[in-house]
């Protein structure tokens, strides 16, 4: 296997994190496709440094082309003030830095291991589970405006994504504060403390674009049943709205509870990545 560090997807700065890895498997598929791990923290921790071992087990299962993104984090200008975070750190800064991820690697698939750039496959666990949620069901906010400033034909990147795996996500950010009041700091500091900028910067319950024409592509909702951190609810509920928008297609859109181990512990687990790579098999 060989790895790519630190490729920059789009202008750098003392607080803007543009820098993604690139994970090759050592016998890649014929036409491999790409998948991009977005990772959780709250929207203010997090580091794809930390997520090296899980990239090389889903680049070994897979045998696809494997990138872990780094995103801009919410961090406070004053230690122990969430108030303190800089407006242009907050919510969409997160989702539209994961955009920017997205076209570059659209464009630079054949210098950065020739996987097939119209394959691409979003994995986002915990608020990485959030940014992917946006992705995929606000393109109109987050992808066309790329496609513009790549110079590609609107709903490139959104068709591009051909399905989306949701892992102990937070796809209601509103609910979540109301069922864990101590998890405040964090969503202050990621989102603003407008309570309206949680219901509408939340995946569920987006009004998608084109209404029934919408194509949602394939999507799982996954969650450990030993998940101390997000509540199972989260992944239930939003899995009952994509089936409300998937409209003649709700088979494409999967719900599955395991023993997995603890909210970060699962990702290390053997049945973890073997779920994800028979999700991706199964979406050929």
Not at 201 to 209: A, I, R, W, Y
Not at 226 to 235: T, Y
């Amino acid at each position: 296997m060989s790895v790519i560090k630190d490729l920059v997807y789009a202008p750098l700065s003392l607080w803007e994190k543009h820098t993604l890895d690139l994970y090759l498997p050592s016998t890649p598929r014929t036409h491999c496709s790409l998948v991009v791990f977005v990772h959780g923290g709250a929207w203010r921790t997090g580091d794809k440094s930390g997520f090296v071992d899980l990239a090389k087990n889903l680049a070994d299962s897979t045998r696809d082309v494997v990138a872990v993104v780094n995103y801009t984090l919410s961090i406070a200008a004053v230690k122990d003030d969430p108030t303190s975070v800089p407006p242009q750190a907050q919510h969409p800064k997160h989702v539209q830095d994961v955009a920017k991820a997205l076209g570059y690697l659209y464009n630079n698939a054949q210098e950065n291991g020739g996987y097939a750039p119209d394959r691409i496959f979003l994995v986002g666990h915990s608020a990485g589970g959030h940014i992917t949620g946006l992705l995929t069901l606000r393109p109109d906010l987050y992808l066309d405006p790329v496609d513009q400033e790549l110079g590609l034909e609107k709903g490139t990147l959104h068709s591009a994504i051909r399905g989306v795996i949701g892992v102990e996500g937070i796809y209601n950010v509103d609910r979540l504060l109301k069922k864990w009041p101590s998890y405040r700091d964090f969503v202050v500091q990621g989102f603003g403390e407008d309570p309206e900028t949680l219901i509408h910067g939340s995946p569920e319950g987006q009004h998608v674009p084109g209404g029934a024409a919408f194509n949602l592509p394939y999507y799982a909702v996954i969650h450990s049943n030993q998940d101390e951190l997000v509540d199972p609810d989260q992944a239930k509920d939003y899995h009952s709205y994509l089936q409300s928008i998937a409209g003649n297609a709700k088979d494409k859109v999967a719900l599955e509870f395991g023993d997995w181990g603890t909210h970060d512990g699962m990702l290390q687990t053997a049945q973890f990545t073997e779920t994800v790579a028979t999700f991706l098999r199964s979406w050929e």
